[in-house]
């Protein structure tokens, strides 16, 4: 959420950077770079950048709303806060440079 990224004063993932993905062990599994970060109103996300989240074709911007709706209304409940339908997330998009 962008909102989230703003109240810890964060900056937001820049394009570039490499994350290293590890198992639940902590064993390297991969890395990825940020190819593109886009801020966007939850309710404005689309159907192909759902379906490259979510890794399905089948419904994938349902899937996608409601696994993210929950999962920011669980966190958000904690502060008293609601999601909204037109509160901006940030959707990272990236390329997979090596992979075990």
């Known amino acids: 959420m962008y909102k989230w990224y703003v109240e ?8 570039g950077t490499n994350h290293i993905i590890t198992d639940f ?3 390297s599994q991969a ?7 886009d801020t966007i109103p939850f309710n404005h996300l689309s159907e192909s950048l759902a379906s490259l989240d979510m890794g399905t074709d089948i419904e994938p911007l349902q899937k996608w709303r409601k696994a993210h709706w929950d999962f920011f209304q669980s966190v958000m409940v904690e502060n008293r806060e609601e999601p909204t339908e037109d509160m901006l997330i940030v959707f990272e998009r990236f390329k997979t440079v090596w992979r075990k």
């Open 25 to 27: 062990d902590g064993k």
């Open 31 to 37: 890395i990825i770079e940020i190819i593109k970060v």
């Open 8 to 15: 810890a004063e964060a900056v937001l993932p820049l394009i």
